[in-house]
C-alpha cells in the first residue's frame, strides 16, 4: 500500500515508499526458501514424548550427507565437545535431542541457502558475516558460561536470514539501505524501516515462524536489535545483538570499536559479560572462520 498525505513546497503531492510487511515477503518466498524434510521429520521426533534418542538417530542416519555435515559439526572444536563422536547415534546419546535438533537446523538451512543468490545481494560476504555471527555467538556465550552453545551458534548462522529475504523480494530498497548505512552498520535496522517498512530481524522472524521452528528461535531474531523486547529471550536475542555488532565490525576492522561501541549496555549485562572479552572474542572468530565456512561448504564460489 502506497501512503500519501505530506507534500511538496508547491503542493504536489509526495509519494511515499511502499510500506511491506515482513509476513507477507516471507509468504512471498516460501516455495524457495524451505529446510529439507529431513529436518522437519528430526522436529516431530523430539517433539514427540514417545520417541527416543535412537528414532532421531535413525531419521539422521537416512541422510548420509546431514550426517556427515552433523558430525563435521559436533566435532568442531569451537562447540567444545568432548571426545570424538563417530556417529548420529552416539551424537543424540552424548548431546541430547534438543541439541541435535539445533545443529541439525544449522547443517539443513546453510544447505537450503547456500545457492540461492538473490540479485544485488554480496552472498558470499552474507555468508562470512552469518558464520561470524555464529561463530561470535558462540564464544560469548562460553564467556558467560552458558551452556547451550549448540542452540546459540544455530541461532547466529540464522539471525540474518531476513537479509537473503529482503534481497530476493525488494533488492533495490534492499541495497539503498545497505547504501545508506555504510560504515554504519549499526543503523540498518532503522533505515529498512523507514526504507522498506520492516527490517531483517522482524523478516528472520517471520521466516522461523513460517518454518514452524521453536518459538525462541523467531522471537530470538526478531528482537535482535531491540533485546529488551524479547521477554523470555531476552538472553539468546542480547548474544544475536552483540554478536552481529561484531560480525559486522570486523567487516570493517579499522571501525570495529565504533560498531561495538553503538551497542546497547542492557544487551552485555543480560549476557552477563563485558567488552573486555571482545579479543577473545575476535580471536575466536579468526581462528575458526575460514574452518566452519568450509564445513557448511560456504566458501567463496
Same mark, same amino acid.
Given at each position: 500500500?502506497?501512503?500519501?498525505?505530506?507534500?511538496?513546497?508547491?503542493?504536489?503531492?509526495?509519494?511515499?515508499?511502499? &510500506?511491506?510487511?515482513?509476513?507477507?515477503?516471507?509468504?512471498?518466498?516460501?516455495?524457495?526458501?524451505?529446510?529439507?524434510?529431513?529436518?522437519?521429520?528430526?522436529?516431530?521426533? $523430539?517433539?514427540?514424548?514417545?520417541?527416543?534418542?535412537?528414532?532421531? *538417530?535413525?531419521?539422521?542416519?537416512?541422510?548420509?550427507?546431514?550426517?556427515?555435515?552433523?558430525?563435521?559439526?559436533?566435532?568442531?572444536?569451537? /562447540?567444545?565437545? &568432548?571426545?570424538?563422536?563417530?556417529?548420529? *547415534?552416539?551424537?543424540?546419546? +552424548?548431546?541430547?535431542?534438543?541439541?541435535?535438533?539445533? #545443529?541439525?537446523?544449522?547443517?539443513? $538451512?546453510?544447505?537450503?541457502?547456500?545457492?540461492?543468490?538473490?540479485?544485488?545481494?554480496?552472498?558470499?560476504?552474507?555468508? &562470512? %558475516?552469518?558464520?561470524?555471527?555464529?561463530?561470535?555467538?558462540?564464544?560469548?556465550? &562460553?564467556?558467560?558460561?552458558?551452556?547451550?552453545?549448540?542452540?546459540?551458534?544455530?541461532?547466529?548462522?540464522?539471525?540474518?536470514?531476513?537479509?537473503?529475504?529482503?534481497?530476493?523480494?525488494?533488492? =533495490? +530498497?534492499?541495497?539503498?539501505?545497505?547504501?545508506?548505512?555504510?560504515?554504519?552498520?549499526?543503523?540498518?535496522?532503522?533505515?529498512?524501516?523507514?526504507?522498506?517498512?520492516?527490517?531483517?530481524? !522482524?523478516? %528472520? %522472524?517471520?521466516?522461523?515462524?513460517?518454518?514452524?521452528?521453536?518459538?525462541?528461535?523467531?522471537?530470538?531474531?526478531?528482537?535482535?536489535?531491540?533485546?529488551?523486547?524479547?521477554?523470555?529471550?531476552?538472553?539468546?536475542?542480547? +548474544?544475536?545483538? $552483540? *554478536?552481529? !555488532?561484531?560480525?559486522?565490525?570486523?567487516?570493517? !576492522? @579499522?571501525?570495529?570499536?565504533?560498531?561495538?561501541? =553503538?551497542?546497547?549496555?542492557?544487551?552485555?549485562?543480560?549476557?552477563?559479560?563485558?567488552? @573486555?572479552?571482545?579479543?577473545?572474542?575476535? *580471536?575466536?572468530?579468526?581462528?575458526?572462520?575460514?574452518?566452519? #565456512?568450509?564445513?557448511?561448504?560456504? /566458501?567463496?564460489?
Amino acid at each position: 500500500m502506497t501512503q500519501h498525505g505530506s507534500s511538496t513546497p508547491t503542493g504536489g503531492p509526495v509519494t511515499l515508499p511502499e &510500506r511491506h510487511k515482513a509476513g507477507a515477503l516471507v509468504a512471498s518466498v516460501a516455495t524457495l526458501v524451505t529446510p529439507p524434510g529431513v529436518y522437519f521429520k528430526v522436529r516431530e521426533l $523430539v517433539d514427540d514424548p514417545a520417541s527416543s534418542t535412537m528414532h532421531v *538417530a535413525n531419521a539422521i542416519a537416512m541422510d548420509p550427507a546431514l550426517t556427515a555435515r552433523l558430525l563435521k559439526l559436533v566435532n568442531s572444536a569451537f /562447540l567444545g565437545t &568432548r571426545g570424538r563422536i563417530e556417529s548420529a *547415534a552416539r551424537a543424540v546419546s +552424548l548431546l541430547g535431542m534438543l541439541q541435535v535438533h539445533d #545443529l541439525v537446523l544449522a547443517t539443513t $538451512v546453510a544447505t537450503t541457502f547456500k545457492n540461492v543468490r538473490p540479485e544485488l545481494m554480496d552472498v558470499d560476504r552474507f555468508w &562470512r %558475516g552469518s558464520v561470524a555471527r555464529s561463530l561470535a555467538a558462540s564464544a560469548l556465550a &562460553r564467556q558467560a558460561g552458558l551452556m547451550d552453545v549448540g542452540r546459540v551458534f544455530t541461532e547466529g548462522l540464522l539471525s540474518d536470514l531476513g537479509h537473503i529475504v529482503l534481497y530476493q523480494t525488494v533488492p =533495490a +530498497l534492499a541495497a539503498q539501505a545497505r547504501q545508506e548505512t555504510r560504515g554504519e552498520l549499526w543503523r540498518i535496522a532503522d533505515v529498512e524501516r523507514t526504507v522498506i517498512g520492516c527490517h531483517y530481524g !522482524a523478516v %528472520g %522472524g517471520a521466516l522461523a515462524d513460517a518454518w514452524r521452528l521453536p518459538e525462541c528461535f523467531g522471537n530470538a531474531i526478531r528482537h535482535q536489535t531491540d533485546p529488551r523486547a524479547g521477554g523470555d529471550t531476552a538472553l539468546e536475542a542480547s +548474544l544475536l545483538h $552483540v *554478536a552481529g !555488532a561484531i560480525a559486522d565490525g570486523m567487516e570493517d !576492522a @579499522d571501525n570495529l570499536s565504533t560498531h561495538v561501541a =553503538a551497542t546497547l549496555p542492557d544487551a552485555w549485562s543480560t549476557i552477563g559479560v563485558t567488552p @573486555d572479552c571482545l579479543p577473545t572474542v575476535v *580471536a575466536d572468530i579468526q581462528a575458526h572462520l575460514a574452518s566452519t #565456512l568450509r564445513m557448511f561448504d560456504l /566458501l567463496p564460489h
